[in-house]
């Protein structure tokens, strides 16, 4: 009887779930995995990896803006769903668990892929695929334990959000609307 013979290269994937749940793949300059590192290393050491931002918008057309829970006394309002891509996750299974995790909403809901690009953030080159969800439809719910506040705006409340007080917002929500990804 032979089994396939298993390479070092093969080894990570092969580990339970459990066991790999907080393994993050470090990429290239070109986005590609080629090494996992635990998460608590590509943070500290601040290694190029996979992230994902999903932009959810309701039946009315309006964008869901969100306060995360943070010790900063005074949070900015972002996208209402960030996560890392872990080792073995697809980009698209990342914004799904991000949906669930935040707002207990499904995989049933519809999921677009907007773009996927290089993005600085902070001191960290990153590859981020941004996402569309939508339209939501159910009963709106949000983890408290994660978020401070949500809102849903539409396009005319964003202008002049943006126009009147720009720095309540993520520098990646002004990004986002000048590349017309938002509506």
Same mark, same amino acid.
């Given at each position: 009887?032979?089994?396939?013979?298993?390479?070092?290269?093969?080894?990570?994937?092969?580990?339970?779930?459990?066991?790999?749940?907080?393994?993050? !793949? =470090? $990429?290239?300059?070109?986005? +590609?995995?080629?090494?996992?590192?635990?998460?608590?290393? @590509?943070?500290?050491?601040?290694?190029?990896?996979?992230?994902?931002?999903?932009?959810?918008?309701?039946?009315?057309?309006?964008?869901?803006?969100?306060?995360?829970?943070t010790?900063?006394?005074?949070?900015?309002?972002?996208?209402?769903?960030?996560?890392?891509?872990?080792?073995?996750?697809?980009?698209?299974?990342?914004?799904?668990?991000?949906?669930?995790?935040?707002?207990?909403?499904?995989?049933?809901?519809?999921?677009? !892929? =907007? $773009?996927?690009?290089?993005? +600085?953030?902070?001191?960290?080159?990153?590859?981020?695929? @941004?996402?569309?969800?939508?339209?939501?439809?159910?009963?709106?719910?949000?983890?408290?334990?994660?978020i401070?506040?949500?809102?849903?705006?539409?396009?005319?409340?964003?202008?002049?959000?943006?126009?009147?007080a720009?720095?309540?917002?993520?520098?990646?929500?002004?990004?986002?609307?000048?590349?017309?990804?938002?509506?």
């Amino acid at each position: 009887m032979n089994k396939p013979r298993i390479t070092d290269d093969d080894f990570p994937y092969l580990l339970n779930e459990e066991a790999r749940k907080n393994l993050v !793949e =470090i $990429t290239d300059n070109a986005g +590609l995995p080629f090494l996992l590192m635990p998460e608590h290393i @590509v943070k500290k050491k601040k290694m190029r990896h996979r992230i994902i931002f999903v932009v959810l918008k309701d039946k009315k057309n309006r964008i869901l803006f969100v306060k995360k829970k943070t010790s900063e006394t005074n949070p900015l309002w972002e996208f209402p769903c960030y996560g890392i891509v872990f080792a073995g996750e697809s980009a698209e299974g990342t914004a799904y668990k991000e949906l669930q995790e935040n707002f207990y909403i499904d995989d049933s809901i519809k999921m677009h !892929e =907007i $773009t996927t690009l290089p993005y +600085l953030q902070g001191d960290t080159s990153v590859t981020a695929t @941004v996402f569309r969800a939508g339209p939501f439809s159910g009963t709106f719910r949000y983890n408290e334990e994660k978020i401070q506040d949500a809102m849903f705006v539409d396009k005319e409340e964003l202008n002049g959000l943006l126009a009147y007080a720009p720095d309540i917002f993520n520098p990646i929500i002004t990004w986002a609307k000048r590349a017309n990804w938002l509506f």
